[in-house]
């Protein structure tokens, strides 16, 4: 089972980039990289996904190393609204793409 | 797309009755759906895989008689807690899976339980 380790919080000013780092040391080679953001009270929400180098959409981006043991979420200038529980997971539906970690809470200041 | 709904939103119930928990696909087939159980200020823990057409599938320490799951359509999933107990009061959330977009589950807005 591909087990995540991500911090427990993070504190960013707003407008500034959050990278939040997670850690997976035993990811397979078929695992794809997933993150999601949940508000108190709401399901989570789908941010990106990517298998491997760097992925890119409206919202965020998602940087992987070559050896896939970790990959960071980068959040460019944020704002209070981003203040959530996002967490990554690793894995393929049906293996172990489905276990949450205890995921990075970020708070962000005005 | 993709949107996935739950109800109700919240519910409180009596000690020893049981709760339905509906979970739907709008907008897609799903023919996976999976369970969680959110306690506050922690993670989410899988309960139960449901699969149309067949018996869910729970995970270690879940009491399948206490939890049933029924996946009758390729839309609706439902949670029924048995005999609730004030422990059982939680965050319950469903997520589906887009089989078109093999990798990305959706989550609906979970239901809150609340057994007194």
């Known amino acids: 089972l591909a087990k995540t380790t991500q911090p427990i919080s993070m504190d960013s000013y707003e407008g500034q980039e959050v990278n939040i780092t997670c850690s997976h040391n035993n990811i397979a080679t078929n695992d794809y990289i997933t993150w999601y953001q949940q508000f108190p009270s709401q399901g989570p929400r789908f941010i990106i996904q990517g298998y491997k180098t760097k992925v890119t959409n409206e919202v965020a981006s998602l940087f992987i190393p070559a050896d896939r043991k970790s990959s960071t979420l980068s959040l460019p200038r944020v704002s209070l609204s981003d203040t959530a529980v996002y967490y990554c997971l690793v894995g393929l539906y049906g293996a172990n793409n489905l276990f949450f970690g205890t995921g990075t809470r970020l708070t962000v200041i005005p | 797309g993709a949107v996935v709904s739950q109800h109700p939103s919240w519910v409180i119930c009596k000690s020893g009755t049981s709760v339905k928990i509906e979970c739907r696909s709008l907008?897609?087939?799903?023919?996976?759906m999976f369970w969680y159980r959110q306690f506050p200020k922690q993670s989410l823990m899988l309960m139960a895989t449901s699969n149309e057409g067949s018996k869910a599938t729970y995970e270690q320490g879940v009491e399948k008689d206490k939890f049933l799951i029924n996946h009758a359509s390729l839309t609706l999933s439902t949670l029924t807690v048995t005999s609730a107990h004030p422990e059982d009061s939680s965050f319950y959330i469903c997520s589906a899976l887009w089989t078109d977009k093999s990798y990305e589950q959706y989550f609906g807005p979970g239901t809150r339980l609340t057994v007194t």
């Open positions: 907008d897609f087939q799903a023919t996976t």
